[in-house]
Nanobody
């Protein structure tokens, strides 16, 4: 079993930055592919970013490419999402996600996610 706890959400003005953290416990962190999803009111949960077990490969949703950066520190059992140049349309609940896999990376799609965090609210004002 894996527990994921997000932190770092909040209210920020458009153009500002936030860094989300995801602390993992309960299983060897380096064996988990990690990612971030978000869900805005009335919309489906969408993929934001994913990172391989080793941290050597990263992947992003089209709407955040060039603005968000995903990273991880396996020694600290923690993943991060640095969000820059935030826009009002980035407003959503952000969820940390993890997938147990024997390969360095698998595409992060909702049906295959093994573990979810409780979510953290990000609100971007215009």
């Amino acid at each position: 079993q894996v527990q994921l706890v997000e932190s770092g959400g909040g209210l920020v003005q458009a153009g500002g930055s936030l860094r989300l953290s995801c602390a993992a416990s309960g299983r060897t962190f380096s064996r988990l592919v990690m990612g971030w999803f978000r869900q805005a009111p009335g919309k489906e949960r969408e993929f934001v970013a994913g990172i391989s077990r080793s941290g050597s490969s990263t992947y992003y949703g089209d709407s955040v490419k060039g603005r968000f950066t995903i990273s991880r520190d396996n020694a600290k059992n923690t993943g991060y999402l640095q969000m820059n140049s935030l826009k009002p349309e980035d407003t959503a609940v952000y969820y940390c996600a993890a997938k147990v896999t024997s390969t360095d990376y698998v595409p992060m799609a909702r049906p295959i996610i093994d573990y979810w965090g409780q979510g953290t609210q990000v609100t971007v004002s215009s």
